[in-house]
């Protein structure tokens, strides 16, 4: 498409780790199968390992652009240095655009990344966090950041904490950060600065969708009013409306797909269960299993020992339970059904789907 049939320009920013990137690279592509120009800034660090059909990809500057957190080492530092120097190198990048035939006008960023909607307000154009959070997890950390709640949270007698319109959790289902608020100050704080300046905000999206997590964003929708347009998956695992779009077109580590595949077809059908333990954890043959918020849906739990840490010989027991026991065909019935959900959701005329069309349609037609 030339620049000049473009109805707008979204510069999406994600925080620069892989499960980050993914979602928001995924939101960049589908702004761009409606037509919008969609630019992907990331740090310099991880530039190169993005390449996505239809959405360009321009570098910023976290202060680290050897190698990014790795260089820093330190986490306070390195989120008071992609603060200065991302806030910096943002605004050059929607100055670059200013007098092209697509100036930007809108900024969606990660919601790990607060100031990046004082630079869109500094450029006079819109601004939207993009929550990769579940809404569970927001309605949790939003209502501590407003003093609804408080940390550290004392539950007494083995007795669960009770929200609105939130299941019972208990003690073992609460994230490490609120278990044990003095483990990553420096995370923590970042988790609650995400609702610091929603009231400034033009939108606010979550990757969610509303068959799944509708009740929970209700119940917080005063104070978090967030648009649900999950799940941002590769097209082809849903909906299958964008042309080729197989992966996410992004990889901060040498996947080994190839291997991977070649090993699968040498197992029975519906034999092995990935789990995946994300990008930032290393274990090794004699680390336990880290705890788990939540296993395999409301059917199976895995539980810890009493150090809070969920054994090998514990995730077995579940992966037994999933593949052999009395509850393995409702579990798979039940994921069955959520992928065709999910697919719905974001297929056309679906609650995601309308959304997305709503933010596209109201915003980006016109400047601010």
């Known amino acids: 498409m030339r620049e000049t049939q473009f109805k707008g320009h979204v510069v999406v920013l994600p925080y620069p780790s892989q499960g980050h990137i993914n979602p928001l690279l995924q939101f960049a592509k589908r702004l761009a199968s409606r037509g919008l120009k969609a630019t992907l800034a990331t740090t310099h660090y991880t530039v190169k390992s993005i390449c996505a059909p239809n959405v360009t990809v321009e570098p910023i500057s976290d202060g680290f652009d050897e190698a990014g957190f790795a260089q ?7 989120l008071k240095s992609f603060k200065a120097n991302g806030s910096r190198t943002l605004s050059q990048l929607i100055q670059k655009f200013h007098n092209s035939s697509v100036p930007v006008n809108c900024i969606v960023y990660d919601s790990f990344l607060p100031w990046a909607l004082d630079v869109a307000i500094q450029h006079g154009i819109y601004g939207a966090p993009f929550f990769t959070n579940s809404a569970a997890v927001c309605s949790i950390f939003c209502r501590i950041h407003h003093g609804l709640l408080t940390l550290p949270l004392e539950l007494e007698d083995n007795k669960p904490l009770e929200l609105p319109d939130l299941p019972p959790l208990y003690y073992s289902d609460l994230p490490t950060f609120l278990r044990l608020p003095e483990s990553y100050p420096a995370y923590l704080a970042m988790k609650l600065s995400q609702f610091s300046n929603l009231d400034m905000a033009d939108w606010i999206f ?3 969708f509303e068959e799944l ?3 929970e964003a209700g119940g917080i929708s005063k104070l978090w009013p967030a648009k649900l347009i999950g799940p941002m998956v590769p097209s082809s695992y849903l909906d299958g409306r964008i042309e080729g779009d197989k992966g996410y077109g992004a990889s901060l580590w040498n996947p080994l797909g190839e291997e991977c595949l070649r090993w699968l077809e040498t197992k029975a059908t519906q034999s092995v269960v990935y789990v995946s333990f994300g990008s930032m954890v290393s274990l090794t043959t004699k680390c336990p299993m880290p705890s788990l918020w939540k296993m395999f849906g409301k059917w199976i739990r895995a539980k810890e020992d009493e150090k809070g840490v969920v054994r090998k010989q514990e995730v077995v027991r579940c992966l037994k339970e999933v593949m052999e026991g009395k509850k393995s065909y409702e579990i798979k019935k039940n994921a069955r059904k959520w992928r065709q959900v999910a697919g719905k959701t974001v297929g056309e ?11 596209v349609a109201r915003a980006l037609g016109a400047c601010k």
């Open 213 to 215: 997590e509708g009740k």
């Open 72 to 78: 820093a080492r330190n986490v306070d530092l390195y």
């Open 206 to 208: 979550a990757n969610t």
């Open 349 to 359: 005329g679906g609650s995601s789907d309308k959304h997305i069309n709503d933010f």
